[in-house]
């Protein structure tokens, strides 16, 4: 019986193993936005109260004027370009395929964005049946229900959540360890089916996760920091002025 039932848990432990993930596995360094100002003559001059500022000749100004206009033109269209780089890309629903890998474009994650993902993957780790630890009157006790994840997500990732809860209570499992997100998330802006979505792609570690049986019998077993990653991404998007998980997925290629 019990040799059947370690059979069937390798969908589960497989679920388990790529349970975590980050974009750009490789830390960005922050770069700093302060320059250091090179004094000059006129600059000097401009700092002393009582100091007299030069006067421009007519043609002097009228090339300055010029030359200001040309850099706020080149300014603008540049600003303009970066604002289309990252305008959202279209997708139907029905052609949305995984990613083969990290997104070529993207931009940092926002403290919102943040909170939602770390919400999910918080209840992902920490995953155990009810029944862990206690003794069974009988072998068919019904199956717990699963607890409400409505607050954090919907569609597929709120049935992913659910199924995985009931799997759990099935088996009578204790899932242990925390998963840690490795380097930088990523985000790509993208309208599927014409809904805004934010996926976020993260790098995350799951070697301290550790899933046993109520005899202590160990289904997954921690590991060394490093030795169980993976690349896994999570579509958010904003239903009733509150931002969820939509769907868990994970690019063709997930190593990070």
Known sequence: MRTSQRFQVS?????????????GCV??????????ATADPATAASASPNAKAPVASTGEAEGSSERSGQ??????GAASSASASLKPSKVS???????????????KTESKENAVTDGFIQKT???TSPNFGKKMLSEEAPIPTPPDYTGIAMGAALG??????????????????????VGEPKVEDLMIDDVLTHRV???????????TESDGFVVTAKTKPGTRTAVNIYD????????LVVDHLFPEDPNC
């Open 11 to 23: 969908r589960v432990c497989v679920v388990t193993l790529l349970v975590a993930g980050l974009t």
């Open 27 to 36: 830390a960005q360094s922050p770069t700093s936005s302060a320059t250091q």
């Open 71 to 76: 850099a706020a033109a080149s300014d603008a």
């Open 93 to 107: 629903g029905k052609d949305d395929k995984p990613p083969k890998t990290w997104p070529k474009k993207s931009r």
């Open 125 to 127: 780790a920490q995953m």
């Open 160 to 181: 992913e959540l659910e199924a995985q809860f009931t799997e759990y209570a099935t088996n009578n499992w204790q899932q242990s360890g925390e998963i840690s997100i």
């Open 201 to 211: 792609y993260m790098c995350l570690d799951s070697s301290d996760i550790q899933v």
């Open 236 to 243: 958010l998007q904003e239903h009733d002025g509150e931002l």
